[in-house]
């Protein structure tokens, strides 16, 4: 059996208390060594075989998974973050599908949840925004062109900036040109809930600037939008005059 573990977005007490038993159970760990806090492994049991899949290709990963099969071992493959976010595990799912190997999936605290933790920040604010675009910016790993920064940019919503940390010149040119005005609210946060996390407050127009004079080239979120900012109207879940199933209102 196959356990698909997300590990959380960085903090090791931010793994799912069942991605930690599942964890503790496993005989053959594979974790993404060049973002997933090594703090985790401490969680295996004595034995246990553990590769880092960092130095591996795919066709690799998928080895060790049916050499463990065939000896009856348990196998967690352990990925960042919620492992459905840039996790590239639909080609390890068709491929375990294909060769008849039963796997599940333990979801994770992914970065975006553990940047605005860390922003102290609530992405859908009302009359702000009421939704999050989770995207990328176009780099070795191209994007549909109907998802270019700019045609989403156009929208004004929240948007959470995945490994686009190296290319903020780029990405601030096309969020200028999609609609975000200069002012707009953005932040980089560097290893959200990490020991080492730093917060680097800007606008979109200084985006690019903050990036380049902090050093940040990876491991880092981008956050743009008016969520940021401290303009919004106060949510009628909790008003006084808001009748709900459970209270009745005021007015």
């Not at 919620?82 to 796997?103: C, H, K, M, N, W």
Request: glycine share 10%.
């Amino acid at each position: 059996m196959v356990h698909f573990v997300g590990a959380g977005s960085g903090a090791p007490d931010l793994i799912t208390l069942r991605g930690a038993r599942l964890l503790g159970e496993a005989d053959v760990v594979i974790y993404a060594g060049s973002l997933v806090n090594p703090e985790l492994l401490t969680l295996t049991k004595p034995g246990c075989e553990v590769h880092d899949s960092a130095k591996l290709t795919l066709e690799e990963v998928i080895a060790l998974i049916e050499r463990a099969e065939r000896e009856g071992k348990t196998t967690v493959r352990l990925h960042t973050g919620d492992p459905s976010i840039y996790g590239a595990v639909r080609e390890q799912f068709d491929a375990l599908t294909e060769r008849g190997i039963d796997f599940d999936v333990c979801p994770g605290v992914s970065s975006f949840c553990g940047a605005a933790a860390a922003l102290r920040a609530e992405y859908t604010l009302p009359n702000v925004s009421q939704t999050v675009i989770i995207t990328r910016t176009a780099g070795r790993t191209p994007v549909p062109e109907r998802e270019s920064i700019r045609s989403l940019a156009a929208h004004q919503a929240t948007m959470v900036l995945f490994l686009s940390t190296s290319l903020t010149e780029k990405l601030q040119g096309e969020l200028l040109a999609g609609g975000y005005g200069e002012t707009t609210p953005a932040a980089i946060v560097y290893k959200a809930t990490w020991p080492e996390e730093k917060i680097f407050r800007c606008t979109v127009g200084t985006l690019h600037k903050t990036v380049t004079e902090n050093g940040m080239k990876k491991t880092a979120l981008i956050v743009v939008g008016g969520c940021l900012g401290d303009e919004y109207l106060r949510s009628l879940l909790y008003h006084p005059d808001f009748t709900t199933e459970y209270r009745k209102g005021k007015a």
